[in-house]
């Protein structure tokens, strides 16, 4: 299936100047959305994955299929003051701004096999970010999985040291 058919550009979104890649007709399309859970899993066949982590709000789309599909846990990193438990944080930049995302303090244990997924790699702030919050909490980092990668934005940089997987690579 060319998943490239399910993705809609659209221009100077979320800012001026900013190419967004849309993967909500991926997502309202049945079949699409099944096939590109199917194709996320296999980038991660093999792997004893403890928990599966996706990033605020687009990493949730296919984070909790994976952990089900991997029997593994899943751990959502969300935005400042969305977590009810106490956390832990971590502010990062991002192609047009700056964030912070928190994480639960007791959701990762100390060797903890994690997947960290996402829906795109940009400028691979979020996903370091994120790197940085799972080992503090003592997480080991087995796979990064996107499903689609901004090449050109070196993202993929940002992550030395660590597995990446794209499904898609712009």
Do not use: W
């Amino acid at each position: 299936m060319d998943f490239n058919n399910y993705i809609r550009d659209v221009a100077n979104f979320p800012t001026t100047g900013v190419g967004f890649k849309d993967i909500t007709p991926l997502l309202k399309d049945k079949t699409a959305f099944k096939a590109a859970a199917k194709a996320l899993l296999h980038m991660a066949d093999g792997l004893k994955v403890d928990k599966v982590v996706g990033m605020e709000s687009r990493g949730f789309f296919f984070g909790p299929v994976l952990a089900v599909e991997l029997e593994a846990g899943f751990i959502p990193v969300r935005k400042v003051g969305k977590l009810p438990a106490e956390k832990i944080s971590q502010t990062y930049d991002l192609e047009y701004g700056t964030d912070t995302l928190e994480i639960h303090k007791d959701s990762i244990q100390k060797g903890d096999k994690v997947l960290i997924h996402d829906d795109v790699l940009a400028t691979g702030g979020t996903a370091a970010a994120v790197c940085k919050l799972v080992e503090a909490l003592g997480g080991e980092i087995v796979q990064c999985n996107f499903l689609i990668e901004l090449g050109f934005l070196n993202g993929k940089e940002k992550l030395k040291g660590y597995e990446v997987h794209s499904l898609l690579r712009y």
